[in-house]
């Protein structure tokens, strides 16, 4: 029997709302010895599931908070225990004293995702859909939130179990056949098998192949956008992000550090890098600048290099496009409400994407969102389909994939049948270890350490 636990589920900080949850044999019972309800006659041990009641929570001294207690029963509740949840006033104050009197009727702390860790262990969902609720948790756009929502729901488990199905069906069918030669069975097909294989291993590549679409989905884009001084850096950061971030003045300089803020564009998350303005500088913080913007630079998934509209371009501009050649960078060519003077053709030498903006008025916008979901190959990329969601889940297919071509490495060099079946049951662990189904206590225990407490 599992402990009752307890943790605040709730953000810190002051809020309209915050929640107490427990869960494990036994909470009801214990929450009913805090909780009071208005109505006498519905007690929470003689509720049942997905009820709720107003009442208040006491201390020896009196009343604590009104709250609203909601029932769940087994196995029908998120962690598929007894479940409560004790919806408070959200003042810190208020939840850290129902907290501690949970505490004192008898629950224990709730480590770092040891509620989900309990659905996981009680058959509730997989390991992957398991790690798509901290996904979910941190979804800070449409598409990061679909695609956690999706795996959340078990999209990638089933392709995977899918594939671990067709490899058991082929190593009980092998291991039957090489280990019973007298009884009557069907004999194994090596061209049906090798057949079999290719596809599974075509199916494993290209989940394999959308890692870092699904990456970028899931934990954003980090984009960083670079130039010259004074070509309006700031001026489209605040455009994207919505909101007077960055200090934009005339005079050239004015950016000395990075500043970060995260944006929604089209759907997808940008951790957006406004950086100081490449050039040289006798200056020595703003070389610290530079140089930070330089590093910026290297790291950033996508890099969007700004120039302006109303001047020709400048040599500081021409060794800022060599920088970045062979990089992904789309051509932010901005002031286009002035008077146009550069050379676009000779610009597009060297970047193929070209975009005009104006980052004072807005416009371009538009064809901006465009050219970043073309650039990282996701306009026609759909959250919802099945998508590794980390570099746990990635090993683990990639060793499968690599267990199933060295099975089909042995059927085209005349191996025998039994050693093809130790390749393919390989493959079927590490399938299985990213859905959890034989995946380690390290492992699990690994998973759930990145957890918030309280999920």
Known sequence: MQQVIAAISTPAGMGAVGMVRLSGAGAIGLAARVFRPYNEEK??????????????VYDADGPVDEVVAIVYRAPKSYTGEDMVELCCHGGSYALGRVLRLCFEAGAQPAQAGEFTKRAFLGGKMDLSSAEAVMDLVSAQGKGAMRAALAAKDGVLAREIEAIADELTAWCAHIAAWTDYPEEDLVPVDELQLAGDLNRLAGGMEKLLAGYDRGRLLRQGVSAAIVGRPNVGKSTLMNLLAGDELSIVAHLPGTTR????????????????????????????????????????????????????????????????????????????????????????????????????????????????????????????????????????????????????????????????????????????????TLTGKRATEAVVDEVFARFCVGK
């Open 43 to 56: 007690s929470l041990e003689g509720m049942k599931g997905y009820r709720a009641a107003l009442g208040k």
């Open 257 to 432: 550090d990075v500043v970060r803020e995260t944006v929604s564009l089209g759907g997808l998350t940008l951790n957006l890098l406004d950086t100081a303005g490449i050039r040289d500088t006798d200056d020595p913080v703003e070389q610290e600048g530079v140089a930070r913007s330089r590093k910026a630079l290297e790291s950033a998934d996508l890099i969007l290099a700004v120039l302006d509209s109303s001047e020709p371009l400048q040599q500081n501009d021409r060794e800022l496009l060599e920088l970045v050649r062979g990089k992904n960078v789309i051509a932010v060519v901005n002031k286009t409400d002035l008077p146009a003077r550069i050379d676009e053709d000779e610009l597009r030498r060297d970047v193929p994407c070209v975009v005009n903006i104006s980052a004072a008025t807005g416009k371009g916008r538009r064809d901006l969102e465009s050219a970043v979901l073309k650039a990282l190959a996701l306009e026609s990329a759909d959250p919802a389909a099945a998508l590794i969601a980390n570099e746990r889940q990635r090993l683990c297919l990639k060793s499968a994939a690599d267990c199933i071509g060295d099975a089909l490495d042995g059927l085209a060099g005349g191996v025998t049948l039994d050693c093809v079946c130790v390749c393919l049951e390989a493959g079927l662990e590490h399938l299985l």
